[in-house]
């Protein structure tokens, strides 16, 4: 497939990135220099310099042959522009990234249609809708709701007394014997991710995805070492849209909310238009003022600005007076590392929160897609298709690579965990973990695209 990705900032780079690893041809096309020349010394993709408004620079990029345009600058007028300049040279898909609510809303679904985008997507609601999941599961790092919610995808740094700890895969499935209610998709260690084996142990640090049936999940926490407690209190440290969207979800949940925010006009917008949600006017990094907020009651911090340097030493203040769980932003993935060594819970980033939406657009047969920032491999959805090599195939028939595990299986809205000896039937939803040189051996096994 050719894909055009118009803006190399922090989305389109990693987009481009997840794309250029599955051997697509990718074209990036930013009007900084600077940053086409760092992509292109990383990625094995062809630079354009130049703005997806102009036609000529479309071409450049090889807009005749191009199969998908990716728009997700920070700039709206521009991603709705490039996509009809796209949709007129014969591209069948276009995806744009839309931040602004008024560009989103019902009102202007005619101009949304004039623009011809197949698909539109807002970071910062997707990440509102993340941190929401992650809620959810207290001590989780990463959280992938698939199969219409009957498999929850729950990943976790392992602590020492973590019960799952020290104890090898095979003896976990002995105890759980003859009816699974969760597996281990991937492990994470160090640089490395593995597709686990039987014979494979945990081990503390393990940044370990299981997937499990929605009914074992509290069960599945417990042994990944993780609380079960709901979440009541929130301090949500910056006002931007994603704090907006957090908020207003958590106080209709009666959660009780509070937003620090520096901007003293957005302060006040924010205390007019979020009844139920107390505000602070102040830097995020102001000891004095997280301590009127009375910080260490809470059972979640998150530090939600686009300054990935305050949010972390926030969220490691937070920490030091004793907030239970902190989440924080981050754009600058060069960071990631320093962040689990400082005591972070959870990093997150709009560039994973996006890549998802695009990676299930760029395969038309998957239901869904879920990838991680501290793993190249994937979790991925798809409809077991009449006529292929699974329909009716028992899944240890199937030959899958080493890079594959497939994890569940969802017949009639009924979960199973898989086993060598289930067998496979048209319609069946499977829920697989990949690694990306893997990814179309799953395709070609339950699809018919060979």
């Known amino acids: 497939m050719h894909v055009i990705v118009v803006g190399a900032g922090e989305v389109g780079s990693y987009v481009a990135a997840r794309l250029s690893h599955e051997r697509h041809n990718v074209s990036v096309v930013d009007i900084s220099a600077n940053r086409l020349r760092q992509l292109g010394a990383d990625l094995d993709v062809l630079t354009v310099e130049g703005s997806g408004t102009h036609p000529s620079v479309l071409a450049d990029a090889g807009v005749d042959k191009c199969d998908l345009v990716v728009a997700v600058t920070s700039n709206d007028e521009v991603n709705l522009v490039t996509s009809l300049i796209a949709k007129q040279r014969g591209v069948a898909r276009t995806i744009v990234r839309i931040e602004a609510e008024e560009l989103r809303s019902r009102a202007s679904a005619e101009l949304r249609q004039t623009f011809q985008a197949d698909l539109v997507m807002d970071p910062d609601h997707q990440t509102a809708e993340r941190i929401l999941d992650l809620l959810e599961y207290p001590g989780a790092s990463e959280i992938a709701v698939m199969a219409h919610g009957e498999a929850i995808v729950m990943g976790a740094r392992l602590e020492a007394d973590a019960p799952i700890v020290g104890r090898r895969l095979s003896e976990i499935a002995a105890e759980y014997e003859p009816d699974w209610e969760f597996i281990v998709g991937s492990i994470s ?30 069960s599945v926490a417990r042994l990944l070492g993780l609380g079960t407690g709901s979440v009541r209190h929130v301090l949500l440290l910056g006002g931007g849209r994603t704090a907006e969207i ?13 937003i620090v925010e520096r901007d003293p006009e957005r302060a006040l917008e924010l205390a007019e238009d979020l009844h139920g949600v107390q505000v602070f006017e ?102 077991v298709e009449k006529g292929s090599p699974a329909d009716n195939s028992l899944v240890r028939d199937l030959n899958l690579p080493k890079g594959v595990l497939i994890g569940v299986i969802v017949r009639d809205g009924k979960p199973q965990i898989a086993r060598g000896r289930s067998r496979l039937r048209a319609r069946d939803h499977v829920v697989a973990f990949a690694t990306p040189g893997s990814v179309r051996e799953v395709h070609r096994r339950l699809t018919c695209d060979a």
């Open 246 to 258: 957090l908020a207003a979800r958590l106080v209709s949940r009666g959660v009780e909310v509070v």
């Open 189 to 218: 260690r160090g640089d490395q991710t593995y597709i686990p084996r039987a014979d494979y142990t945990m081990l503390e640090d393990d940044l370990v995805r299981v997937v499990c049936k929605r009914r074992a999940r509290r």
């Open 282 to 383: 102040g830097d995020i990094t102001d000891a004095d003022l997280l301590e009127e907020t009375d910080l260490g009651r809470f059972d979640v911090v998150a530090a939600l600005t686009g300054e990935d340097e305050s949010n972390i030493l926030a969220c490691l203040y937070a920490k030091s007076v004793g907030a239970s769980e902190t989440i924080a932003v981050v754009h600058k993935l060069a960071l990631l590392s320093l962040l689990d060594s400082a005591g972070v819970d959870v990093a997150l980033s709009p560039r994973t929160a996006i890549a998802d939406g695009v990676m299930r657009f760029v395969r038309g047969d998957v239901a869904a897609v879920a990838t991680f920032l501290e793993s190249d491999a994937e979790v991925l959805e798809l409809e």
